[in-house]
């Protein structure tokens, strides 16, 4: 347990006092002429509102850690994932939902059990620590996924003669389209490479800041972030490899036909 | 079976709808029409055979049956005797190379150029005759230059070494003399018919310039909306000794666009 005790409730007060913030600001736009309160209401509204349910719900898992309960949760955020992460990619190609929410599932149980029993020494499937951690793989992935895939499926498109070039000269679709791949690979992985490099330089990270506020020591709380980041450079590298390889099989025929 | 043509087209029917049925995501609005409207054809092995016709006739599209980038709709398309359904895919490539119009390169120097189509075909690079193929085109540039900082007609004889270096049965070539000055392209071309003549290569080649007809000989094919409008020994074509439609296809000699 991170001492989860330890943490003050803001209380509904806390929260009014927090919102105030957003009424301020949104006021002091409208004296420069900018009127965003009805984007700013919306979003709020949105939030809270998001927020609250989640936390009922998770309030109400986390009570009885039921180990159907978690997993219909994660099966829950796996599909969502998957569905909006297809819902990205459709302008460049579509129906990709289903086999994006595959792979996330395949990526995500594996990288669950493996830092849950390696890396983290979780040995009773807690609901505490499964959620949070599926959550932050499966947003990753999934952005990931369509970084990596839209990135290939428009530079096939606009590289489209050149693919049939090699193609022309023997090439199969994975040595025609090997540089296309690379690139979308390098798109996928190097936002979070890059956090990498500044990362606690900066800002302190997500995942560190919220074990801090919640009480854990500064060098626990670092571990857990490491421990997260190189979990997040799996999760993402391998759901993109896997959705490439998936993609690239079908945007060309059995008879290495280009088909977008 | 040493009878069989290089090529054999039978009935061949390609659509715009049939082109658009295997894309994953088909455009709705588009129109369709015959690209190829029941073309039958036969190059005997070792032949040359030009094919002429306006843009959008459909000669693009008939090189691109014969290397199966698409597969006809009705009809069938036989190389060396073998429906092209039949073949290897990596085989049949290789066999018939198709060079497209445009220049594509893949990074690297002239030799460079020339390793990547070997690569694909899981050949090695030793021994090859990397300054046969590039003589053939006429391409006298260092092996080691970046291929980048040849001009754009240069590219393209390098795109056309870069097919003769798989040592194909059949080359295909889309408009190989777009690029090139009217000189330059009578000695590559003459190069090229002595180069296929000697390995036994069929040779068909897509032109827009009826002058382009009087150095690679053989036989012309006119290929007017999708179908075959006439086929008649090349010297015929280019002195414009054929039948009316034709020829005014082709327009007189002196003001031919290119």
């Known amino acids: ?260 | 079976m040493p009878d069989e043509p290089a090529i054999r087209l039978t009935d061949v029917r390609v659509t715009a709808a049939g082109l658009r049925s295997m894309l994953l995501d088909p455009p709705v609005d588009a129109e369709d029409q015959a690209i190829l409207d029941g073309v039958s054809l036969d190059v005997p092995v070792g032949d040359v055979l030009s094919v002429l016709g306006e843009s959008g006739g459909g000669k693009t599209t008939l090189l691109r049956c014969i290397n199966r980038m698409i597969d006809a709709e009705a009809g069938e398309v036989q190389v060396l005797g073998r429906s092209v359904r039949d073949w290897d895919v990596r085989e049949l490539r290789r066999t018939a190379v198709f060079v497209p119009q445009r220049s594509y390169l893949f990074g690297g120097t002239v030799r460079g150029e020339l390793i990547h189509a070997l690569r694909w075909n899981n050949r090695g690079a030793i021994k090859m005759p990397f300054g046969e193929v590039l003589e053939a085109v006429g391409l006298s540039v260092p092996q080691d230059k970046p291929a980048t900082e040849l001009s754009e007609g240069q590219r393209h004889r390098l795109c056309i070494a870069r097919a003769l270096l798989l040592f194909p049965k059949i080359l295909m070539l889309d408009e190989p003399t777009g690029a090139l000055d009217v000189r330059t392209a009578r000695e590559m071309l003459a190069a090229l018919v002595a180069w296929a003549r000697d390995k036994g290569t069929t040779l068909v080649c897509v032109t827009h310039r009826p002058e382009d007809l009087e150095v690679l000989g053989g036989e012309a094919l006119i290929l007017l909306q999708g179908k075959v409008a006439g086929r008649y020994p090349a010297a015929d074509v280019a002195a414009r000794k054929v039948d009316a439609d034709t020829s005014a296809f082709l327009g007189k000699p002196s003001g031919v666009s290119s």
């Open chain 1, 1 to 260: 347990m991170i001492g989860a005790a330890s943490t003050i409730d803001p209380g509904w007060l806390g929260l009014a006092a927090s919102m105030l913030l957003m009424v301020v600001v949104l006021v002091v736009a409208l004296c420069f002429g900018i009127n965003m309160i009805k984007d700013g209401a919306v979003a709020a509204a949105r939030a809270t509102i998001q927020l609250v349910a989640v936390g009922l719900l998770l309030g109400w898992i986390f009570a009885r850690s039921h180990w159907w309960a978690i997993c219909l949760m994660l099966a829950v955020m796996t599909a969502v994932a998957g569905f909006t992460g297809g819902q990205k990619i459709n302008k460049v190609l579509k129906r990709t939902g289903p086999l994006i929410t595959l792979i996330l599932a395949c990526v995500t149980a594996l990288t669950l059990v493996y830092v849950t029993q390696f890396a983290v020494g979780v040995h009773r499937f807690t609901a505490q620590y499964f959620i949070p951690i599926g959550g932050i793989i499966l947003g990753n992935a999934m952005t990931a996924a369509v970084l990596a895939t839209t990135r290939y499926a428009e530079d096939l498109k606009e590289q489209r003669d050149k693919v049939e070039a090699a193609l022309a000269l023997g090439a199969s679709p994975a040595q025609a389209t090997r540089e296309m791949l690379r690139k979308a690979f390098t798109a996928a992985i190097t936002p979070t490479i890059n956090a990498m490099l500044i990362v606690g330089i900066v800002k302190l990270p997500g995942i560190m800041t919220g074990t801090l506020l919640g009480g854990v020591a500064p060098l626990v709380a670092a571990k857990y972030q490491l421990v997260v980041l190189f979990m997040l450079i799996f999760g993402d590298g391998m759901t993109s490899l896997l959705v490439l390889a998936a993609v690239r099989r079908r945007v060309f025929t059995s008879a290495w036909q280009l088909r977008l």
